[in-house]
């Protein structure tokens, strides 16, 4: 199978500040589209990933990992192959987040916000804040409406890639920024892990209240 790559803020970053367009119903590329995702996903360390991320401007948003448990266990080399075909395989086409409560943080790093120096790959590492909850209202690949909640750090990893179906990018909401390679980020989140300041509560107000 052909290697994918993604698209990064290196090489196009004007793309991946676009809008990506509403998947409508009967599209007839859709399954190819979440045939690439996947692909991508299974070949690559990422906990989920945005269509436009890969070139398709469209709102769909593929699921893979959204398990601590898991992503702490692929540290090691027994780990990581124990749980080398892992995969959630969850599917939201046109999200849209209609609630979120409490707030949690997290320095979240994005498979667009890479580059290589020289044969070091690197990353924009960044300290988020997100809620610890969301609603999210979507449609599965045959077309059916959900209203689902997500909670802890599956709510983290979804807000991360409906950000980028609007254009945005962890880089840009983050309270810290650094550079760091894939060793670095690992030590990093052992040191200062996920992190749950509130489960309840307006996300909004909760956020506002740590920056002041």
């Not at 367009?21 to 990933?49: F, R």
């Not at 890969?54 to 780990?79: A, C, F, H, S």
């Not at 670095?184 to 002041?212: A, W």
Request: charge should be negative; glycine fraction near 6%; charged fraction near 30%.
């Amino acid at each position: 199978m052909e290697k994918l790559e993604s698209i990064t803020i290196e090489n196009n970053e004007q793309y991946l500040r676009q809008s990506s367009k509403k998947v409508e119903i009967g599209d007839p590329e859709l399954h190819n589209n979440i045939v690439v995702l996947q692909n991508y996903c299974m070949q690559n360390e990422v906990m989920a990933m945005a269509a436009v991320q890969l070139g398709i401007p469209k709102r769909i948003v593929y699921v893979k990992n959204t398990n601590l448990e898991i992503l702490n266990k692929r540290l090691t080399d027994e780990g990581k192959e124990e749980t080398k075909d892992y995969n959630e395989a969850k599917v939201l086409i046109n999200p849209e987040i209609i609630s979120k409560e409490g707030l949690t943080t997290f320095w979240e790093a994005c498979a667009s916000c890479s580059w290589y120096e020289g044969e070091v790959k690197k990353w924009y590492i960044g300290k988020v804040k997100r809620p610890y909850k969301v609603r999210v209202r979507y449609l599965d690949i045959d077309g059916n409406v959900h209203e689902d909640e997500f909670e802890g750090f599956e709510s983290t990893v979804l807000c991360h890639e409906i950000d980028h179906l609007d254009g945005i990018l962890h880089i840009d909401i983050a309270d810290k920024v650094i550079k760091g390679t894939k060793e670095e980020r690992i030590e990093l989140r052992k040191k200062d892990g996920y992190t749950i300041t509130s489960q309840t509560g307006n996300f909004e107000q909760l956020k506002s209240k740590e920056i002041n």
